[in-house]
């Protein structure tokens, strides 16, 4: 069986938040259930595919290791393993696929594949599945370079909505601001920047920059703690404080009314 008739409409019914006030802590709220939801239907979708996997009869299966995905599958011993005895063990799979949505759609199709080849026993142990590969060091990216894909690898796990194309402007923008683009986009320098302001300003840039990192599976999260802001006191005045108010803005229209101008 194949995956495609259920594969096309894995992802169809994501729908972020879609309100928010407009104020900052309106945004970060915002920002922050996006991505619980976020992580929330990845896991569900990952359950779904190790379901849909077992049922059909594939024998692998997808597990979530830190921010990386791994195909777990019993396969011929890997050269080099003198595991006594055994002409076969259980092996988890490295094969560099970020743990999000669309991650999750390479890890499915890669299951499939690597299912074919344990079924007619023609599976072999190459560059691909010693992860080889995928250990290979990747060149550092600029944060500019990445911001000029950011766009199109944010929509790759989220539907356009009318929401989102209010957000994600709100993210370029945070991060042009604060950022210089010509640096490299590592820990270090994220945290260093982030670092040298305070209060909202710092809470936003680790909100904005935390959504880039987890984008482009940069391979780090941001060892910063997060300020407590005091919002400003309001004072709302007493009930019979805002009828003598609204009794005066009656007097006033009412005045105003009566009054002819000749």
């Not at 928010?20 to 922050?32: L, N, P, Q």
């Not at 995905?69 to 988890?92: F, M």
């Not at 929509?155 to 909505?161: E, V």
């Amino acid at each position: 069986a194949d995956s495609t008739d259920w594969f096309a409409d894995m992802f169809a019914d994501f729908e972020p938040q879609n309100t928010t006030d407009g104020s900052y802590r309106g945004t970060m709220a915002k920002i922050k259930a996006t991505e619980l939801q976020y992580q929330a239907v990845f896991e569900q979708k990952l359950v779904e595919a190790n379901t849909n996997l077992k049922r059909e009869r594939i024998r692998v299966s997808i597990k979530q290791t830190g921010n990386s995905l791994q195909l777990r599958a019993t396969l011929p011993l890997k050269p080099g393993d003198g595991s006594l005895g055994k002409t076969k063990k259980q092996y988890d799979l490295s094969l560099g696929i970020p743990a999000n949505l669309e991650g999750l759609k390479t890890a499915i199709e890669e299951s499939y594949e690597l299912g074919k080849l344990i079924a007619r026993h023609t599976f072999e142990w190459n560059e691909k599945y010693l992860g080889i590969k995928s250990r290979e060091k990747q060149e550092i990216k600029t944060i500019g370079e990445l911001l000029d894909k950011f766009e199109e690898k944010y929509y790759q796990t989220r539907q356009k909505t009318i929401t989102s194309q209010n957000t994600f402007p709100n993210y370029i923008s945070v991060i042009k601001r604060n950022f210089p683009l010509t640096h490299l986009a590592t820990k270090e320098n994220f945290e260093e920047i982030i670092n040298s302001v305070q209060g909202n300003k710092k809470n936003e840039l680790i909100a904005v920059t935390s959504v880039f990192i987890k984008t482009f599976n940069l391979g780090f999260q941001l060892d910063v703690k997060r300020d407590n802001v005091t919002p400003a006191h309001r004072e709302i005045p007493e009930d019979d404080k805002i009828i003598y108010s609204f009794d005066l803005f009656e007097k006033f229209a009412l005045n105003r009314k009566n009054t002819n101008i000749s």
